[in-house]
């Protein structure tokens, strides 16, 4: 069974770092992208970016290139999103999900979502 | 980037009814690269329609997709009790980028 299991929630302060994960299991981790999707509180859905855990290329939204940095680490088949210095603004759900197919690219499997609050 | 317009933004019905969302691009999109999801409260989105038109695994065959160029439709033909939630259109473009219109929110009228 495709599973993706995130980390858990976490309350950090503005200016602090950040890193939190995606463990893909019941698939082979390194032939599927990877992607991380934003979503702040009562708003819809925004694709940050995504990763080919296989030779880790790595694409970017325009809106997070610079934002963020998606990283992953095929020996433990896990995929990670992280920020050097979190805003306000930062708060929201983050799902990642798998991109099931290059030929229709869409998402067929999605983790259950890293709740991120950051507040002073 | 393509924009992708959903609408009506809520829809109020009853169960039963048929529904109908409408997903419109900013400028032609391949059938191929269009998908549509649904997500309920507190829960991850769920791939419902690929390729504009084919059911993912498990999806009831009370919904289906079509559409073609700038205009998409998911239609579901007797809403169920879990059918209310907000559905996502998703569109694919070149060099690898995703956006998703802005939901439709499905709610019991």
């Known amino acids: 069974e495709v599973q993706l299991e995130q980390s858990g929630a976490e309350v950090k302060k503005p200016g602090e770092s950040l890193k939190i994960s995606c463990k893909g299991s019941?698939?082979?981790?390194?032939?599927?992208?990877i992607a991380w999707v934003r979503q702040m509180p009562g708003k819809g859905l925004e694709w940050m970016g995504i990763?080919?855990?296989?030779?880790?290329?790595?694409r970017y939204s325009p809106s997070f290139q610079g934002q963020v940095t998606i990283s992953a680490d095929k020996s433990i088949s896990t995929a990670y999103l992280q920020w050097s210095s979190l805003k306000a603004s930062d708060t929201a759900m983050y799902y990642c999900?798998?991109?099931?197919?290059?030929?229709?690219?869409?998402?067929?499997?999605w983790g259950q979502g890293t709740l991120v609050t950051v507040s002073s | 980037e393509i924009v992708l317009t959903q609408s009506p933004g809520t829809l109020c019905l009853s169960p039963g009814e048929r529904a109908t969302l409408s997903c419109r691009a900013s400028?032609?999109?391949?059938?191929?690269?269009l998908a549509w999801y649904q997500q309920k409260p507190g829960q991850a989105p769920r791939l419902l329609i690929y390729?504009?038109?084919s059911r993912a695994t498990g999806i009831p065959d009370r919904f289906s997709g079509s559409g073609s160029g700038t205009d998409f439709t998911l239609t579901i033909s007797r809403l169920e009790p879990e059918d209310f939630a907000v559905y996502y259109c998703?569109?694919?473009?070149?060099?690898?980028?995703?956006?998703f219109g802005q939901g439709t929110k499905v709610e019991i009228k």
């Open positions: 998703q569109q694919y473009g070149s060099s690898l980028s995703w956006t």
């Open positions: 999900a798998r991109l099931g197919s290059r030929v229709y690219n869409y998402f067929d499997y």
């Open positions: 990763i080919y855990p296989g030779d880790s290329d790595t």
């Open positions: 019941g698939y082979r981790f390194t032939s599927y992208w």
């Open positions: 390729g504009a038109s």
């Open positions: 400028q032609s999109v391949s059938s191929s690269y």
